[in-house]
């Protein structure tokens, strides 16, 4: 079974910068893409990040140029550097795996950034 565990959010200053780190149990992560998510109060979940096997990203508008996502395979492990913090960027955010050809959706417990002014 597929766990996924979260860490590095907290409270930050806009202006300042978090990297979140999220770790997959076993070697599905290897086979997966890797998105990072985030859903503010009030708000759809949206698509932050995301980052495939090969090593493409595709990022949000509003946080690209920005945040930056990487994958670390001998660690299974996958991160999201976030720079220039924004209050707008205060919500839970949330790992995800998805094993495309399974057709596989696994979620994190979401780590809560918040940005204040």
């Known amino acids: 079974q597929v766990q996924l565990v979260e860490s590095g959010g907290g409270l930050v200053q806009a202006g300042g910068s978090l990297r979140l780190s999220c770790a997959a149990s076993?070697?599905?992560?290897?086979?997966?893409?890797m998105g990072w998510y985030r859903q503010a109060p009030g708000k759809q979940r949206e698509l932050v990040a995301d980052?495939?096997?090969?090593?493409?990203?595709n990022y949000a508008d509003s946080v690209k140029d920005r945040f930056t996502i990487s994958r670390d395979n001998a660690k299974n492990t996958v991160y999201l550097q976030m720079n220039s913090l924004k209050p707008e960027d205060t919500a839970v955010y949330y790992c995800?795996?998805?094993?495309?050809?399974?057709?596989?959706?696994?979620w994190g417990q979401g780590t809560q950034v918040t940005v204040s002014s």
């Open positions: 980052i495939t096997i090969g090593g493409s990203t």
């Open positions: 076993g070697s599905i992560f290897r086979i997966s893409t």
């Open positions: 995800n795996l998805d094993q495309k050809v399974l057709r596989i959706n696994y």
